[in-house]
Nanobody, 117 residues
């Protein structure tokens, strides 16, 4: 089992940047593929980005590709999401998740990102 805690959310103007962090504890972090998801008010949770266990492969949703960068530091048991050129439509609660057994099994509590226009 792994415990996940997100941080780094906040209020930013459109065009600005934020970096989210996801600190993991528990079982070996490097054994998990990791992802970021978000949920805006009144909408379903959606996939944002994912990274494999080593960091050699990354995947992005069309809405964030080219603006967001997912990364990880296995020595620090931490996953990151660098978000640039933020738009008001990026406003949401962002969640990190760890993949086990083919599905995202472990979730953090979320961190709020608000982008003002």
């Amino acid at each position: 089992q792994v415990q996940l805690v997100e941080s780094g959310g906040g209020l930013v103007q459109a065009g600005g940047s934020l970096r989210l962090s996801c600190a993991a504890s528990g079982r070996t972090f490097s054994t998990y593929a990791m992802g970021w998801f978000r949920q805006a008010p009144g909408k379903e949770r959606e996939f944002v980005a994912a990274i494999n266990w080593s960091g050699s492969s990354t995947f992005y949703s069309d809405s964030v590709r080219g603006r967001f960068t997912i990364s990880r530091d296995n020595a620090k048991n931490t996953e990151y999401l660098q978000m640039n050129s933020l738009k008001p439509e990026d406003t949401a609660v962002y969640y990190c998740a760890a993949k086990a057994g083919g599905s995202y099994k472990y979730w953090g509590q979320g961190t709020q990102v608000t982008v003002s226009s």
